[in-house]
């Protein structure tokens, strides 16, 4: 069953231009993780931010997260046309069975040269 | 390359055959997954493998029947799909579960059923 929802569906910036990507879910969660996958193939780890940090960065990418919302948000800064994928988030959920890591639709991100 | 191997990377097979996917991880972790990915719709895990130990079955048909004979090596045999099985199939890695370490994906294979 789905987890965590991303918002948009869709972004589409110039390259240059900085990208944020939301998504909510629904449970307690151990951690969430954001994964990039480009068209067709499989999906990339970029970074897991666990329930008692609250940001966290990894080069151009920013992290944010927000147990009380249920929330968390993935910045990527200065964007290139090489960050076109699709974008995921995906929990572990607390008390739940560790090894299932349960994604959201994803947020198509296009970044025009 | 992840270092976790999927063949073939594409696949078409009519409704009555019977194929294999293959996974293969170099990473030496102990964990692997079959994940289904369909348009528009989230990654549907499919089966988890601990330790050779089948850990998770989510309520799979069983047209899908997965084997994994040691640590390195996953496969997902196929018999009598249907169409709506069209899908990419991910395999991933990780060491333990997901509490501490992100997850390894191989690129897929593509799976069509005619």
């Known amino acids: 069953s789905q987890q965590g929802e991303e918002d948009p569906q869709a972004l589409s910036i110039q390259e240059g231009e900085n990208a944020t990507m939301n998504c909510s879910y629904k449970?307690?969660?151990?951690?969430l993780q954001w994964y990039r996958q480009n068209s067709g193939r499989g999906l990339v780890h970029l970074i897991l931010?666990?329930?008692?940090?609250r940001e966290k960065h990894s080069g151009r990418l920013r992290v944010t997260l927000d147990t009380s919302k249920k929330s968390s948000s993935l910045l990527i800064t200065a964007s290139r046309a090489a960050d076109t994928a699709s974008y995921f988030c995906?929990?572990?959920?607390?008390?739940?069975?560790?090894?299932?890591?349960?994604f959201g639709k994803g947020t198509l991100l296009t970044v025009n040269p | 390359e992840t270092g976790v191997t999927q063949t073939p990377r594409h696949l078409v097979m009519g409704m009555t055959n019977k194929k294999s996917l293959k996974c293969e991880q170099h990473?030496?972790?102990?964990?692997m997954y079959w994940y289904k990915q369909s348009a528009k719709k989230p990654l549907e895990l499919m089966f988890v493998?601990?330790?050779?130990?089948?850990?998770e079955n989510n309520s799979v048909p069983s047209r899908f029947s997965p084997e994994c004979p040691n640590s390195s090596h996953l496969f997902l045999h196929l018999h009598t799909l249907q169409p709506e099985d069209s899908a990419l199939y991910l395999c991933?890695?990780?060491?333990?579960?997901?509490?501490?370490?992100?997850?390894?994906f191989g690129s897929g294979t593509r799976l069509t059923v005619v």
């Open positions: 991933a890695s990780s060491q333990g579960g997901g509490n501490y370490y992100g997850y390894t």
């Open positions: 493998y601990s330790l050779e130990e089948r850990v």
């Open positions: 449970t307690s969660i151990n951690n």
């Open positions: 990473l030496g972790h102990n964990a």
């Open positions: 931010i666990r329930s008692n940090e």
């Open positions: 995906a929990t572990v959920n607390s008390g739940g069975s560790n090894y299932k890591l349960t």
